[in-house]
């Protein structure tokens, strides 16, 4: 007779193993191929997928790489002529490093992988925007509206974005220059206000043992349960946050209503900052993904030679 | 100081909201449906606006009072 310890321990490492058959398994059949995609919402803004057949490390990988590999452009260099405004030099630029701009990224390049090879930039790498802003006699807002670009394509997502207030005599008069960059070396580079990932639910409710109390339907912060005729219908999955209020307000022993997760299906949530398509930040995210896994490759090779 | 750019949270663009915000709080309106309707959804960005004080204003009317005071004495 074994332990229960003893029993746990062989059931878990029975499990491992068969979870590392079955993933090398579908990379080696059904590889990536298998992935199933399902659009649940999009719009300019923002994406929403529901993602089947994959695992948490490739989910993970995807929206890390979104993070911190995607380029975009925004202002990391502010030449300041004139200020007399109430925010100082330091604040100012920094508010309008912050400022989302629209991203071309099949015109500019990394000023790290252009070819002109320059400090300052070269017309493929670098775009000026000159702001110069006076008051009259009355206090003015100075909007990130009011920069003139050099490429009309690259110009601030939003004309209404306040940079700084200006009382009767001031003025403010500054140069940015705007540069393709990546989020792993400031947060203005990121293309995504949200990107998350998440277990979807699965909820399992025992009809025979269900007395339709509908306590887990008015629990429910999400309202994912309804009740249609004489059953309780789960209404929309993806909203569920798998908080299990539902099963502690089952007053059935053993709970008449299961919450899990499967681990091979998640839902996807991108939010952008509008410098890019969320279809687009995908894409480039899977380029890059690709890109350094041949990197990989090619070294591995180098290494069996 | 002035309405933050970005979510200090998130990074979602909240500083062009405001502007509007205000003047539809200011006209009635209620705040949590004004946020709603600028798809603010998240709490972090939606404290962003509603906690909110633009001081700017009350140390700018030290400039223009300034201004005014020495238009007097050099007329
Ligand atoms: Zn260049
Ligand atoms: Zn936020």
Redesign the interface.
């Known amino acids: 007779m074994m332990e229960p310890a003893e029993k746990a321990v062989e059931e878990a490492g029975e499990y491992r193993s068969n979870r590392e058959r079955k993933t090398v398994f579908s990379f080696e059949i059904n590889g990536v191929g298998s992935m199933n995609i399902k659009t649940l919402k999009e719009d300019d803004?923002s994406i929403h997928l529901l993602i089947k057949g994959t695992n948490a490390a490739f989910m993970n990988t995807l929206r890390r790489i979104i993070l911190t590999e995607v380029p975009t452009m925004a202002i990391d260099e502010v030449v300041v002529i004139e200020n007399s405004s109430?925010?100082r030099d330091e604040?100012v630029a920094h508010?309008i490093g912050?400022?989302?701009l629209k991203t071309d990224l099949d015109t500019y390049n990394l000023p790290e992988a252009c070819n002109c090879g320059s400090e300052f930039g070269c017309n493929l790498c670098r775009v000026s925007l000159a702001l110069e802003s006076e008051s009259g006699d009355h206090?003015i807002t100075v909007y990130?509206g009011d920069f003139k670009s050099d490429n009309p394509s690259v110009v601030p997502?939003?004309?209404?974005?306040?940079i700084?207030?200006l009382?009767?005599?001031?003025k403010v008069k500054l140069e940015a220059y705007a540069r393709l960059g990546k989020g792993k070396d400031h947060?203005r580079w990121?293309p995504?206000?949200?990107c998350t990932y998440r277990y979807l639910p699965i909820i399992k409710i025992n009809e025979k043992s269900c007395d339709l109390c509908e306590k887990c339907i008015k629990v429910c912060p999400r309202k994912v349960l309804r009740k249609t005729g004489d059953e309780i219908v789960i209404h929309n999955i993806e909203d569920c946050s798998l908080c299990q209020d539902c099963v502690d307000a089952c007053e059935k022993t053993p709970n008449a209503i299961e919450v899990t997760w499967d681990d091979e299906s998640y839902t996807f949530n991108l939010?952008s900052?509008?410098a890019l398509k969320p279809r687009r930040i995908l894409q480039e995210a899977l380029k890059i993904l690709d890109e350094k896994l041949n990197n990989l490759l090619d070294q591995l090779k180098g290494i069996q030679e | 100081m002035i309405i933050p750019v970005r979510c200090f949270s998130c990074g979602k663009l909240v500083g062009d909201k405001w502007e509007d915000f205000t003047r539809r709080v200011k006209e009635g309106e209620d705040a949590g449906q004004v946020l709603d309707d600028f798809g603010v959804t998240r709490y972090c960005c939606r404290r962003m606006l509603l906690s909110h004080v633009e001081i700017i204003d009350e140390i700018i009317q030290f400039h223009e009072t300034g201004k005014k005071r020495q238009l007097h004495s050099s007329s």
């Open positions: 803004t109430v925010l604040f508010r912050l400022m989302p206090t990130s997502v939003s004309n209404r974005i306040p700084t207030k009382a009767p005599e001031q947060a990121q995504v206000a949200v939010e900052t509008e």
